[in-house]
Each structure stands twice: as structure tokens, then as C-alpha cells.
């Protein structure tokens, strides 16, 4: 079966420069996740969609950020203007029925970002 | 709030050492607790879970045992391989929300 499927797995780019970074969940879940992790702040939620629909997004650091979920079957997150402190690697992780506590959500390789 | 606190890494062990990562947690109402192991350049794999106080969570020799009264959820192995080398994370979840505890670095020498 295939898992959440992430692109690009690398990305380097300059500073000011646009990044979109694209996720496919899981066929059939509903819950759609955009994480990253640091090695200052570790794992943090940046978005959760359910249905397609953005329900939380107090994690999204800033406006330079945005993220959107135009079917079920695809989400992008992206950085306008990507700055330096931007570079992490960035997850997306899919689950069935995000909102009960035991529906474990699964995650994708994730795309490490590097702005210079 | 909800939070996750596991054990500082990192942890070198032999091959066939047991192994004990600990975790503990602070929760309102009644969470699902997970570990998810993550390899060098990979994503988060979950690697077992428990929903209710009591349950044991098993998977690839691992155990873990969902104890509300001392609101822990402890991994072990009994016998760790070279190939278990990785970054163990403690999580728990309420509703839709996961708090992971910082990540426990273990590597195993042949």
C-alpha cells in the first residue's frame, strides 16, 4: 500500500525565493497534517485539514506561509519569501478521522529545506 | 495543557542488550499514547500504540503498557538489534492533536 507520498526530498533555494513543497495522503483518509521539525523545536503542527478543510492553523509560523488543500487526494504548503530560518524538513502526515484520539496518523518521508 | 517527557539520549547499547527508553506524560481527559521510530533521512513510523489505561502496545519486539496511575508509557526491547539504530519518539494524542516528546536518540554496536 502507499503511504504518504512527499515532493520534492530535497530542496535548496535562496533566500526570497517561492518554495512549494507537495504531499499525497493516504487513499481514504480525511485528516491531513503539515509538521516541522527542527533540532531547536523539534516536531511542531503547522496546519491540520479535515475533509479538505483548514481547522487548525495556529501553527503556521507567519504569512510567508500558506498552505492549501484543493482535493482530498492533495495538499501543498507553501513559503513566500522562503527566508534562511525557514530550512527544516517539513512532514505531512494523513489519518482516518484526525479528531479521535486513537486513529494513529502516518507519516510521509518529508522534504528537507534549505534556504542560503 | 498536554505534554510528553521521555529520556535524554543519546543511548549506546550492545546488540542483544535490553533496552528502556521512558516516557511520561501530563494529559486532560483521556489520550491515546503512541511510539513512532524514525531512521536517518526517513519519516516517523508509528511503531506501536495503546488507547486505554492497561493496554500493551507490541510490535517488532518492542512493548510498551499504557499506566495511568503513574501516567507512563515505557518502551522496551528485550534483545535490540544493530538494525533498531534510530530516533524513538514518545507521543500522545487528544483528539487530533499529537504532543512528541523531544526524541531519544538509540544506537545499537554490533
Known amino acids: ?116 | 495543557g498536554n505534554s510528553v517527557t521521555q529520556m535524554e539520549g543519546p543511548v549506546t547499547l550492545s546488540e542483544e542488550a535490553f533496552l528502556t527508553i521512558n516516557c511520561t506524560y501530563t494529559a486532560t481527559g483521556y489520550p491515546s499514547l503512541f511510539w513512532y521510530v524514525q531512521y536517518p533521512g526517513e519519516g516517523l513510523q508509528l511503531l506501536l500504540k495503546a488507547t486505554k489505561a492497561d493496554d500493551k502496545g507490541s510490535n517488532k519486539g518492542f512493548e510498551a503498557t499504557y499506566r495511568k496511575e503513574t501516567t507512563s508509557f515505557h518502551l522496551e526491547k528485550g534483545s535490540v538489534q544493530v538494525s533498531d539504530s534510530a530516533v524513538y519518539f514518545c507521543a500522545l494524542k487528544n483528539d487530533y492533536k499529537l504532543s512528541f516528546g523531544a526524541g531519544t536518540t538509540v544506537t545499537v554496536r554490533a
Not at chain 1, 509538521?35 to 479538505?52: A, D, H, P, V
Not at chain 1, 496518523?105 to 534556504?115: A, E, N, V
Open chain 1, 1 to 116: 500500500d502507499a503511504g504518504v507520498i512527499q515532493s520534492p526530498r530535497h530542496e535548496v533555494t535562496e533566500m526570497g525565493q517561492e518554495v512549494t513543497l507537495r504531499c499525497k495522503p493516504i487513499s481514504g483518509h480525511n485528516s491531513l497534517f503539515w509538521y516541522r521539525q527542527t533540532m531547536m523545536r523539534g516536531l511542531e503542527l503547522l496546519i491540520y485539514f479535515n475533509n479538505n478543510v483548514p481547522i487548525d492553523d495556529s501553527g503556521m509560523p507567519e504569512d510567508r506561509f500558506s498552505a492549501k488543500m484543493p482535493n482530498a487526494s492533495f495538499s501543498t504548503l507553501k513559503i513566500q519569501p522562503s527566508e534562511p530560518r525557514d530550512s527544516a524538513v517539513y512532514f505531512c502526515a494523513s489519518s482516518l478521522s484526525g479528531d479521535r484520539s486513537n486513529q494513529p496518523q502516518h507519516f510521509g518521508d518529508g522534504t528537507r529545506l534549505s534556504i542560503l
